[in-house]
């Protein structure tokens, strides 16, 4: 009787396979997920900055609520002889202008 000592368990070309597209795979996935992580964290926290320090560039008193003394500028009677006029403005409509002016006299 010929008895040949056969293994339990074989490994296959293919489970050998497997096993390298299953590496593969979990090195392709935790590249992927790397690419999730945030790369900008220093933009993040500064995010706005520049729109906050522009608002700060452009306002002359940024105190100006907290302070006691009265707005330098028009008395009542001005102030309002002003508004009425600014109001009356929009009464009347502005003549509209031709600006292509086509067929029309050049230079005369």
């Not at 010929?2 to 996935?29: C, D, E, F, K």
């Not at 009356?88 to 005369?108: D, H, S």
Request: proline share 7%; with cysteine; aromatic share 4%.
């Amino acid at each position: 009787m010929n008895l040949r000592r056969i293994p339990l368990r074989t490994r296959s070309p293919g489970a050998r396979l497997t096993g390298l597209m299953g590496r593969m795979g979990l090195m392709v996935l935790s590249g992927l997920a790397a690419g999730c992580a945030p790369v900008t964290p220093n933009y993040d926290a500064k995010f706005g900055m520049a729109v906050r320090d522009a608002k700060l560039a452009m306002t002359i008193s940024p105190d100006a609520g907290t302070a006691p003394d009265l707005v330098a500028g028009l008395d009542g009677k001005s102030a309002r002889e002003a508004l009425i006029h600014y109001q009356n403005t929009f009464k009347v409509q502005p003549p509209a202008v031709n600006v292509i002016n086509l067929g029309g006299t050049f230079g005369r």
